[in-house]
């Protein structure tokens, strides 16, 4: 964890996963300051649940962390507990497809990190599904390769910036 207050714990991953890298999540939550302060967060294609947990340590109200391989669910479970994480729920669903049952409970979202595999394709259709569960004035933030292009909008969402990390990129939606 890079800040709050379960700064410094190592997290677990799951086998042959991508991690978001240190120094975007640090970029993220720069860039994203005190929006997190009590926000709803919502982090698809989760793995470890890394983004949700930072989320959470530096003082989002809760967390939604959704992915549909069950090594990344197990991790996501034990990092929660070894953190004593309440306030990350797990959810297991095939993406979009299933996005819509995984969070019909759900409030709105205030911010939400989608890292699909960066050969993942309808990223269009993705991004549209994530607009319907944002509250007014939400953000979406996309990590990808950053040799690939991205839709400038999609549905409500428009694209408001992009910055690049080496092979990664993060794109921002508002």
């Known amino acids: 964890m890079l800040g709050g207050r379960w700064r410094g714990r190592r997290l677990r991953t799951p086998p042959d996963s991508r991690p978001t890298q ?5 970029a993220l939550f720069s860039h994203w300051g005190d929006r997190v302060l009590r926000c709803r967060f919502l982090e698809l294609y989760a793995g470890s ?7 959470l340590s530096r003082g989002a109200a809760e967390a939604v962390a959704i992915d549909c391989d069950r090594r ?23 993406l979009p497809e299933d996005l ?9 979202f205030d911010l939400a990190f989608v890292d699909p595999p960066y ?34 909008a999609a549905g409500p969402l428009r694209l408001t910036g992009s910055r690049r990390y080496g092979d990664s990129a993060l794109t921002f939606y508002g």
Do not use: F, K, Y
């Open 22 to 26: 240190a120094r975007v999540r640090e």
């Open 49 to 55: 649940g890394c983004v949700s947990l930072e989320a």
């Open 72 to 94: 990344a669910l197990a991790c996501m479970e034990a990092n929660r507990e070894r953190l004593g994480a309440d306030g990350l729920s797990i959810r297991r669903a095939r």
């Open 100 to 108: 819509d049952r995984a969070t019909a409970t759900q409030a709105a």
């Open 119 to 152: 050969d993942a394709r309808r990223l269009q259709g993705l991004l549209v599904a994530v607009a319907g569960l944002m509250a007014g004035g939400g953000e979406v933030v996309l990590e990808h390769s950053s040799r690939r292009r991205t839709p400038s």
